[in-house]
């Protein structure tokens, strides 16, 4: 089947200016994950949904950041008031389940802030 | 709070040379770890973890209590074994989400 698919696949903003990342996870897949990918940061985890229970919200950097998971499925990141520091790879992962050891990744949305 | 460490931003050999991609954490746990691995313009996958003790696509890699590592190894390295290789950490089976280590890349050259 399909894997998990992120939209859009590059996206150019000026600071300041909003965006929204979009992501659709394997379906049957209760468990959905964003990290964030930059130079000499590696991967650094930013949220996590499970089911309808309460995401993880841990990871995000700062209030400018948040993610909605519609119906269990599609998840929403939203970075608002974008800085140039906002600007990385953002990739989601969705799993079978929470308890899970694989995630499967999408391709990614490379975010630059100018 | 836990941590993995890649010491390497860089790791480069030459085909058919012997390969360690080194590892490190911090957790006083029982932690399940793994390494995943990006192969230029493909998705972040995993390679293998060590509970299952596999050897996938020739690498290995034991988990050591006592060091607090989880060395990647492979005996003779191959020119598409070039990628960047990410070490993960969760804190046990129950646990979901993984804290990775910010990667070393893998160059194999001919």
């Known amino acids: 089947g399909a894997g998990v698919s992120q939209s859009p696949s590059n996206k150019v903003t000026e600071k300041g200016k909003d965006v929204e990342l979009r992501c659709d996870p394997i379906s049957g897949h209760t468990a959905l994950y964003w990290y964030r990918q930059s130079l000499g940061q590696g991967l650094e985890f930013l949220i996590y949904?499970?089911?309808?229970?309460?995401?993880?919200k841990s990871g995000l950097p700062s209030d400018r950041f948040s993610a909605e998971r519609t119906g269990g499925s599609v998840s929403t990141l939203t970075i608002q008031r974008t800085q140039q520091e906002d600007s990385a790879v953002y990739l989601c992962?969705?799993?079978?389940?929470?308890?899970?050891?694989?995630?499967?990744f999408g391709p990614g949305t490379r975010l630059t802030v100018t | 709070a836990q941590r993995v460490t890649q010491p390497e931003k860089l790791l480069s050999v030459f085909k058919g040379a012997p390969v360690e991609l080194k590892c490190n954490y911090s957790y006083s746990g029982s932690p399940e770890l793994f390494w995943y691995v990006q192969y230029s313009r493909q998705r972040l996958q995993l390679l293998l973890r060590?509970?299952s003790r596999e050897s996938i696509k020739g690498f290995t890699a034991d988990l050591n209590k006592g060091e607090t590592s989880f060395h990647l190894k492979k005996p003779f390295a191959q020119e598409e074994d070039s990628a960047m290789y990410y070490c993960?950490?969760?804190?046990?089976?129950?646990?979901?989400?993984?804290?990775f280590g910010k990667g070393t890349m893998l160059l194999v050259s001919p």
């Open positions: 992962a969705s799993s079978l389940s929470g308890q899970a050891y694989e995630q499967y």
């Open positions: 060590h509970i």
């Open positions: 993960a950490l969760r804190l046990n089976s129950g646990y979901s989400t993984l804290t």
């Open positions: 949904f499970q089911g309808n229970s309460a995401p993880d």
